[in-house]
């Protein structure tokens, strides 16, 4: 079975310093790995994904994800935090395989502070 | 990009009365779509996976008959909350994907349906 753990319910951030969001998965096989943002009463907007290749992984608005394979990690970031990146953000895994289920973290709410 | 849309964005309606939910792909023909569900506060819980075609295969713990769900064409999936219940109250997600020879099978979310039953 798969998983996915956000350990963070919360991260805050004050505007223009770095910014992490956590997440770990665990997968069978191979993994992909996605990163989404939800605004409130929104649905989710893709952000970034890693199939393959390069362990760091370049998203929309400036976001970042590093693929740590030995430390199962899949780590959000930004080198500069804006006000407007305040939203709920999730990550999620499929495995490769067949089967396209797939599992979202709890998410974690980040809160930029002017 | 892919787009997929949802409609109503929200609803309101009576306990005992049912719901319908599109889903659409506007721009790509979606093979597999799916039903998520998310409470406030909490992660999406899939509910069920649909393939064009053939019947819903849905997740341990939801309810077949009230949670009836139809994908009769290759950009059009709907599902329709029968006999509803406050309890049914939430934020209904669909996503839908593209199933073709080399693509990586992504997933491309719709923005969601606040359901509220009286």
């Known amino acids: 079975a798969q998983s996915v753990a956000q350990p963070e319910d919360q991260v805050n951030v004050a505007e223009g310093n770095p910014l992490t969001v956590k997440c770990t998965y665990s997968?069978?096989?191979?993994?992909?790995l996605f990163w989404y943002v939800q605004y409130p009463n929104r649905g989710l907007q893709f952000l970034l994904k890693?199939?393959?290749?390069?362990?760091l992984v370049k998203g929309s608005y400036g976001f970042e994800a590093e693929f740590n394979k030995s430390q199962t990690s899949f780590h959000l970031k930004k080198p500069s935090a804006l006000v407007s990146d305040s939203a709920l953000y999730f990550c999620?895994?499929?495995?490769?395989?067949?089967?396209?289920?797939?599992?979202f973290g709890t998410g974690t709410k980040l809160q930029v502070i002017p | 990009g892919a787009v997929v849309s949802q409609h109503p964005s929200w609803v309101i309606c009576k306990s005992g009365t049912s719901v319908k939910i599109e889903c659409r792909s506007l721009d790509f023909q979606a093979t597999t779509m799916f039903w998520y569900r998310q409470f406030p506060k909490q992660s999406l819980m899939l509910m069920a996976t649909?393939?064009?075609?053939?019947?819903?295969?849905?997740e341990q713990g939801v309810e077949k008959d009230k949670f009836l769900i139809n994908h009769a064409s290759l950009t059009l999936s709907t599902l329709t909350v029968t006999s509803a219940h406050p309890e049914d109250s939430s934020f209904y997600i669909c996503s839908a994907s593209e199933a073709r020879a080399g693509l990586d099978n992504e997933q491309f979310f719709g923005p969601g349906t606040r359901l509220t039953v009286l």
């Open positions: 999620a895994v499929r495995d490769m395989g067949g089967y396209q289920k797939v599992t």
């Open positions: 649909s393939n064009e075609g053939s019947k819903a295969t849905y």
């Open positions: 890693y199939i393959t290749g390069d362990n």
């Open positions: 997968v069978s096989g191979n993994p992909y």
